[in-house]
Each structure stands twice: as structure tokens, then as C-alpha cells.
């Protein structure tokens, strides 16, 4: 499906510039469990899938930059003089936002033309926003020799995220895009930014996305407003971050937390915890273990930190019900997207069936399965 991708990009580049891009390969991302721990500076334990953002970029002859979504078929012209935050939700505000931060640090960008696209399904918690401001950084560090770090790229991204996209996202989804290996997923802790690479062997078990197709509203309000509660709790119990906070901490303020947000706050310290004992399984191969790992943060995101969805909690509970997949969650910021599953491969086609029967059933409206395998970081393509 790649190759075929650029193929596309590189004809519709000749196509509007009449010249040869530098092309970049910038992968979506999933997250074996922790969630909402790396604003906390805390533990995840991500990997690179199979789908991906590829941005073609080369000069321009003219002042003007002009970015083409591939895609969707937009294109849209800007001057390095004059850039801005858009209205939220749309795909410029990565552009200008990477441009910016760029700026910010001083990076000799002149105007340059850009096509891109990919098959990360949108909205579905895959982050190709990250793999798209990825994929731009790289390509505009390697066509103007910026002679930037893959750390200081990611922050480039992080940043074009929060102060153009508006969401305070952590660095867990740009540094699985940019760092990844192939077949491996990456345990890192996002205080040092050190991470570890393990190789995973699922052996007669199946990656398998099921994506419910909703985005609920407020999604990301909701986020914002989780990570500034989290902040709050930290600075209640006097830690740096809640990646330092034990239960005991948490105990002792009780009295100035509601009960709900107390909730919030246990299940990011107990989530922290979750994702050791989830490398824990996968140096020990035990994959039921991970499974059941899983399954319990999804209890902690639908019932403690309230970030889940009736289609999430649906697909999640069917799971349960079916012997074969032996670990289900919710995965990413929540409130529609995909779930993660663990499914035996010689049921992936019956349970695939049957998931996708009941889905439209319950909800009237389709869900749309895909079996992922782990891919490599952000690279050039020759
Ligand atoms: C989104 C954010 C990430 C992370 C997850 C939740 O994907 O972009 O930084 O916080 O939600 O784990």
C-alpha cells in the first residue's frame, strides 16, 4: 500500500512543481497501555504501525509556500512572513504550526512547496497529526540542512501541537513516530525521554484496531482539562509530577479532591505501575498477562478516569465475552477511536465478522477493523 502512496506523491508533486521532492515516511503510532501518563511525566509503552504519512517537499522558485493535501484535495499558499493559528480542526494549523516553532528557534527556512498523504484513518487516536508534523520537520530538516536532533525535531512537533493545534498533548505519540523499531515497541519514560526497545512476539496472536468512527465533541477540552487536574494534584501533594505520587501521597489528600477527580488522579498512579508489569509480561512472554493488563486499564479510562465512550465500552465488552482475544482497551485520548486488541489469529476472520455484525447492530452505523503490524521511525525515502 506504501509503494503505491508514493508512487502518488511523487507523481503529484512532477505533477504541480515540475521537479523532484525530497520524500518522508512518518508512521502512525499505537500504545500497548499507558495512557494519559506521559503529560505526567510517566511511563507508555508505544509503537509504530504499518500507516503512515508520506510528505514530499522540495524549494519553491516563488516567496510563497504552497502545502497540498493530497488527500482531501486542499491546497492552501502561505509567506513565511505571515503566519497564524487557524480556527481548530484543520490540517494547516500542523503545517503553520511546525513552521512556526521552527522559526521559534531559528531554523533558515526559505519558501518551499509540499504534498502530502497517507492511510492513518483520521480522528481514530492513531495520531497522524503527529506523524504529519513529524514527517514535515524531517523533511524541512534534511531540505534545508537544519542539522536538528530526532529529540528537537519531536519538540518542534509537540509544540507546533500546542500552540497551533491547541491541544496540550504529551510527547508519547511524536517520539513513537519518530523513534520506533521495526517489530518492536518502545518502553519509555517520558521524564528522561530514554527509552527501551523490546521486541514483541505475538506468536499465534494478532494486533488488531477496531476503530468505532465516532470522535465525540469536547474530546479535547475534556484532555486539557484532565492534564490541568493532574497538575494540580501533583502541586497538592508536592511532587514534581504525578510519575512521582505513590497512594499514600494521594491518601493524605483526599479531603481537597472530589471524589471523581480523586478517582482521576489513582488511576494515572496505578496506570504508571500497569505499564511496568506490562514489559514485565512481554520479557516473560506472557502475553495473557499483557492481555489482562489491558483489559484493566480500560476499567480505569471508562470507570476512574472517564475519558471512554459507549461504542469504546461496547466494543471492550465484547471482547471479553470472546475467548479468543485476550486483551482489549480503548487507546489514546479517548472519547471515540480505536480500540487495541489481542486477538488468536486463527479466529481474527470469524471474531472480525461477527465484532462488525453486532457493532452495526447495537449502533447503526459501521465500524472498520484493521490488523496492524509494528513498523520503524520517521525516515527519508530514497
Ligand atoms: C493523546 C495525546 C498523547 C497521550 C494520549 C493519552 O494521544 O496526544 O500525548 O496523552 O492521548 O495517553
Redesign the pocket.
Known amino acids: 500500500m506504501n509503494t503505491h502512496l508514493q508512487e502518488h506523491i511523487v507523481w503529484r508533486f512532477k505533477r504541480e512543481f515540475d521537479t523532484d521532492p525530497i520524500l518522508v515516511k512518518a508512521p502512525g503510532r499505537i ?1 500497548l497501555i ?6 505526567n511525566e510517566g511511563f ?1 509503552f508505544p509503537a509504530a504501525i504499518d500507516r503512515c504519512i508520506i510528505a514530499a517537499v522540495q524549494k519553491s522558485k516563488s516567496d510563497i509556500c504552497c502545502a497540498i493535501a493530497d488527500d482531501a484535495n486542499e491546497q492552501f499558499n502561505f509567506s513565511l512572513h505571515e503566519i497564524r493559528p487557524f480556527a481548530k480542526g484543520t490540517w494547516k494549523n500542523y503545517i503553520v504550526g511546525v513552521v512556526a516553532e521552527l522559526q521559534k528557534i531559528g531554523a533558515n527556512i526559505t519558501p518551499f512547496n509540499l504534498v502530502f498523504a497517507g492511510d492513518i484513518p483520521i480522528g481514530a ?1 492513531l ?1 497522524s ?2 506523524a504529519l508534523e513529524n514527517s514535515l520537520v524531517f523533511a524541512l530538516n534534511a531540505l534545508f540542512n537544519l542539522k536538528l536532533s530526532r529529540k528537537e525535531m519531536i519538540f518542534v512537533s509537540q509544540n507546533a ?1 500546542h500552540n497551533y493545534a491547541k ?1 496540550r ?5 511524536m517520539y513513537a513516530s519518530m523513534f520506533a523499531k521495526e517489530n518492536s515497541a518502545l518502553f519509555l519514560d517520558c521524564r528522561t525521554l530514554e527509552s527501551t526497545d523490546y521486541e514483541l512476539d505475538l506468536g499465534d496472536y494478532q494486533l488488531v484496531l477496531i476503530n468505532t468512527n465516532v470522535k465525540h465533541q469536547l474530546s479535547e477540552s475534556a ?1 486539557n482539562h484532565r ?1 490541568l487536574l493532574c497538575e494540580k494534584a501533583a502541586v497538592l501533594m508536592n511532587k514534581p509530577a504525578l510519575r512521582d505520587a505513590h497512594e499514600e501521597d494521594l491518601k493524605k489528600i483526599n479531603a481537597e479532591l472530589s471524589a471523581a477527580d480523586y478517582q482521576k488522579i489513582l488511576y494515572v498512579i496505578q496506570e504508571n505501575r500497569r505499564v511496568k508489569e506490562a514489559v514485565q509480561s512481554i520479557v516473560e512472554k506472557d502475553l495473557i498477562g499483557l492481555g489482562k493488563l489491558m483489559y484493566k486499564t480500560h476499567y480505569g479510562l471508562q470507570k476512574q478516569y472517564k ?1 471512554s465512550c459507549e461504542e469504546l465500552d461496547y466494543l471492550v465488552n465484547q471482547c471479553k465475552q470472546t475467548k479468543e482475544v485476550i486483551g482489549a482497551r480503548m ?4 472519547f471515540g477511536g480505536c480500540t487495541l486488541n489481542i486477538v488468536a489469529k486463527p479466529a481474527l476472520k470469524s471474531f472480525s465478522e461477527k465484532i462488525a455484525i453486532d457493532y452495526k447492530n447495537r449502533f447503526n452505523s459501521a465500524c472498520s477493523i484493521y490488523s496492524v503490524e509494528l513498523s520503524g521511525g520517521t525516515h527519508l525515502l530514497s
Do not use: F, K, L, W
Open positions: 500504545n499507558g495512557e494519559h501518563t506521559d503529560y507508555v487516536g495520531s497529526s503527529a501541537e491541544v498533548c504529551g510527547i508519547m505519540d484532555y492534564r475519558v487507546m489514546g485520548g479517548g
